[in-house]
């Protein structure tokens, strides 16, 4: 005869369910007791800050004083009126006509205009400075005939410089003169990119002939004048 075991008294039967609870309980506690801290009360206090209301300062109560409003101004006298009786005579002013007879000579004083000593432009001047052999041709065209000329006189003087030549020194110097009231070249001026240059442009326009003064308004003025002149070593 063999004996009958009960199903439900069997001990491995969840083993491996009890074993997986029992390891994570252990590996439970086992990192409480890892991360547990303790801390140190006894080196803390409370200290209580007595704050005392000395800095609170009494304002005293000031009253202010109402100063009264002047007195109004007196009432103005009253105007007195003089009756002047019928029978006093009164002086009567006589007042004398300020315009002249006929026979009284006026002297016409004529007040000469004093013309300013300016710079006319040669662009706006009226009559423009005439350079000698430009006498004949019409006025419209004597502006144009100076401009010939001033270049016709500088082609015919040009001398490169033989120290620029050898340094390979070229370019543009801008030369501003004055033609003066009796028609002589004053106030020469350059700008260029080297001293040799702008002393050969100073001496091709020192060279210039005495021309005739330019006219505003029919009488001589100074005229500026400006005119590039190009060096370039061919």
């Excluded at 419209?140 to 016709?152: D, H, P, V, W």
């Amino acid at each position: 005869m063999q004996p009958k075991k009960n199903e439900k008294a069997d001990l491995s039967k969840n083993s491996s369910l009890y074993f997986i609870i029992g390891l994570s309980s252990i590996l439970l506690f086992t990192w409480i007791a890892i991360e547990w801290k303790t801390y140190d009360r006894s080196g803390y206090g409370y200290e209580a800050l007595n704050v005392d209301d000395d800095d609170d300062e009494d304002v005293p109560i000031t009253e202010q004083i109402k100063v009264p409003p002047p007195p109004p101004p007196p009432p103005p006298a009253p105007e007195i009126i003089e009756v002047v009786e019928d029978e006093e005579e009164v002086e009567e002013t006589v007042i004398e006509s300020t315009e002249t007879d006929q026979e009284e000579i006026v002297e016409i004083v004529e007040v000469e205009e004093e013309f300013e000593d300016v710079d006319v432009p040669f662009a706006v001047i009226e009559d423009v400075p005439i350079y000698p052999g430009c006498e004949r041709v019409a006025k419209s065209k004597r502006r144009q005939c100076f401009q010939e000329q001033i270049n016709k006189h500088i082609r015919k003087n040009f001398r490169y410089p033989e120290i620029a030549q050898e340094m390979g020194i070229q370019g543009r110097v801008y030369v501003n003169f004055i033609i003066s009231k009796n028609g002589s070249i004053t106030n020469i001026r350059m700008r260029g990119p080297d001293k040799n240059l702008e002393k050969e442009a100073a001496r091709i326009i020192g060279r210039l002939p005495k021309m005739t003064p330019g006219k505003q308004r029919g009488r001589p003025v100074r005229v500026p004048f400006s005119i590039p002149i190009t060096f370039r070593l061919q």
